[in-house]
């Protein structure tokens, strides 16, 4: 007896220690990272945070759907009809009627026999991970995937391979490795539609060809494409002509609420509804957001998206050309050369503009401190933008990561712009 409470005291000790090494190295690191309390305020590029009201250029929400009245009407109308949970998971009571059209109209619309949906994309893309990999299969992943994808994909039994960031012969390479398997191993390639920290492309077109030719499975996650490009918003996948095996949307960005599904052929469906217990063991999304995201479909495929993706694309390419020209004057600013020989310790560089034309839009920064800086600076001048550091992006590209939105108007986007030259250049002299 006496014993067991004096290991229950040193195993507590053990782990209390553990953590507190790990929260330190997170803050000698400059990495600590803390949750902000906020709200938009009636439309997504208005938000509230600690009482003090931004320009919010943070949002995944580029349709600016969030806030739209028939989307809010949808949420009441589902919530009177339907009530406000599903009641179990989908394999009991939890499949309602709105679910199960919601999953029939997806599936119709992107293409496929079948759609599923799961609570979040990070789940989605745990379970279908989960449950197609076996012990000697292989997956190919992009380096630069979603942490959902490369997470799972480390804690299967499969071997992960992680090829260049879009870079078609070095996922060849890998695909040849994989040629040597026996026949009863799988290969599945797994990409992005837009990458969520760089805002760039994935060649899908040349990927699905490779991965064809070398009888691989393709997986795509379109978190970010889906409702942006495409005819009709149906994503990156119709964007470039291909369709993958298995294709995951979300619905936290353009679809303006939350959720995903997963785009099947009819077997792999059904393996899943069999053998998924993401799906199986978790409560269904509520009937009355299903509601919501029928609402979303629906606005996505109508003129009405047509508009919204051609104002998104017209603040996108507004922003560009602005902030290049902002950029191209400070790079003629003595000052601003060299900056790397600056005598702090804090070594900048001249920031720069990733080639994006999604509404992702990165200006990489460089060191940690400095992207900080510059944020916080841009909320002295009532701009929200979040700086994103390590081990989110690759060290010394920690960046800005500006979202555009349909919402934004062109007076916005000027007013980022501005407030984002005299922060660069603010925080720039501080070095010099
Ligand atoms: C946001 C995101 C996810 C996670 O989706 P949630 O629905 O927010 O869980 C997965 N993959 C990518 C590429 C994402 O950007």
Redesign the pocket.
Known sequence: MKSSIKNRETSLFMWNRRIQIALNEQKAKDRYRQRQRCVTQDCTHSIRVDHQVYMNFSSNDYLGLAHHPKMIEAAELGAKRFGVGSGGSPHVTGYSEPLAMLEEKLANWLGYDAAIVYP????A?QAAIKLLIARNDVMIADRLS?A??LEAAMFSPGRLYRFKHNDIASLESYLEKGAELSEESGQLVIT?GIF?MDGDHAPLDQIAKVTQKAEALLMV?D??GIGICGEQGRGSCDHYGIKPDILVV????AFGC???ALLLSKEFAQYFVQFSKPLIYSTAIPPMQAAILLQAMEIIQSQEGDIRRQTLARNIAYFRAEMTKVLTTLSQKPQMNNMDESLSNISYQLPYLLESHSPIQPLVIGEDQAALDISANLRTKGIWVSAIRPPTVPPKTARLRMTITADHTVEMIDALVTALESAILENMDQVL
Do not use: I, Q, R, V
């Open positions: 979040s994309g990070f789940t893309n979603h959902s994808l992005e969520s996650d978190a970010h979300t619905f936290g960005k939350s959720g995903a």
